[in-house]
T-cell receptor, first 118, second 115 residues
Framework: AQTVTQSQPEMSVQEAETVTLSCTYDTSESDYYLFWYKQPPSRQMILVIRQEAYKQQNATENRFSVNFQKAAKSFSLKISDSQLGDAAMYFCAYRSASGGTSYGKLTFGQGTILTVHP | ETGVTQTPRHLVMGMTNKKSLKCEQHLGHNAMYWYKQSAKKPLELMFVYSLEERVENNSVPSRFSPECPNSSHLFLHLHTLQPEDSALYLC??????????????FGPGTRLTVL
């Protein structure tokens, strides 16, 4: 079974600075997808960024980028030029690309609470 | 966000009550999901529906009963719940249930408290 671990329960950053959230995962599969989701205090879970395991290039979405290290099974999220609106709980998630009973299933980490200080 | 809506947003019920949670997606998706989010625990997948057919039942107790009458609506019927069932219940949808093809979009959740 796949597991996702976020070792930082809480992180904080000053506005306009950069912060990196860590995520590691364990899997025996070679083809899969990784996601970062953001859950602000309003509770709506929002997709931040997505990475296909077969792609070597790190995904980027405006101020958000990932450092995907497949061999190390690491998938960190970097937020540049942090804004007050970035404050939220961030979840790392894994999704298998194979079929069977695991299809559709997102496996989430425990989450990291990000605080942004003005 | 109006893509995936959930009602009610908050629900308090006794252990002997019967209630239902409703989810509606306006995205034209074929797959819908129920997740449970408890304090200090990762999100747990409960059910997956693809084209109104249940394709995943992740060892969920029978006091939770899902229903998917069409691809836009998903219900979670609750019956004789326990206090430990108190949690945030999140609905999500994606274009299809097959992995990797799409992203799941989440609703705002229903905060359930069981007394």
């Amino acid at each position: 079974a796949q597991t996702v671990t976020q070792s930082q329960p809480e992180m904080s950053v000053q506005e306009a600075e950069t912060v990196t959230l860590s995520c590691t995962y364990d899997t025996s599969e070679s083809d899969y997808y990784l996601f970062w989701y953001k859950q602000p205090p309003s509770r709506q879970m929002i997709l931040v960024i997505r990475q296909e395991a077969y792609k070597q290039q790190n995904a980027t979405e405006n101020r958000f980028s990932v450092n995907f290290q497949k061999a190390a099974k690491s998938f960190s999220l970097k937020i540049s030029d942090s804004q007050l609106g970035d404050a939220a709980m961030y979840f790392c998630a894994y999704r298998s690309a194979s079929g069977g009973t695991s299809y559709g299933k997102l496996t989430f980490g425990q989450g990291t609470i990000l605080t942004v200080h003005p | 966000e109006t893509g995936v809506t959930q009602t009610p947003r908050h629900l308090v019920m006794g252990m002997t009550n019967k209630k239902s949670l409703k989810c509606e997606q306006h995205l034209g998706h074929n797959a819908m999901y129920w997740y449970k989010q408890s304090a200090k625990k990762p999100l747990e997948l409960m059910f997956v529906y693809s084209l109104e057919e249940r394709v995943e039942n992740n060892s969920v107790p029978s006091r939770f009963s899902p229903e998917c009458p069409n691809s836009s609506h998903l219900f979670l019927h609750l019956h004789t719940l326990q206090p430990e069932d108190s949690a945030l219940y999140l609905c999500a949808s994606s274009q299809d249930a097959f992995p990797g093809t799409d992203t799941q979009y989440f609703g705002p959740g229903t905060r359930l408290t069981v007394l």
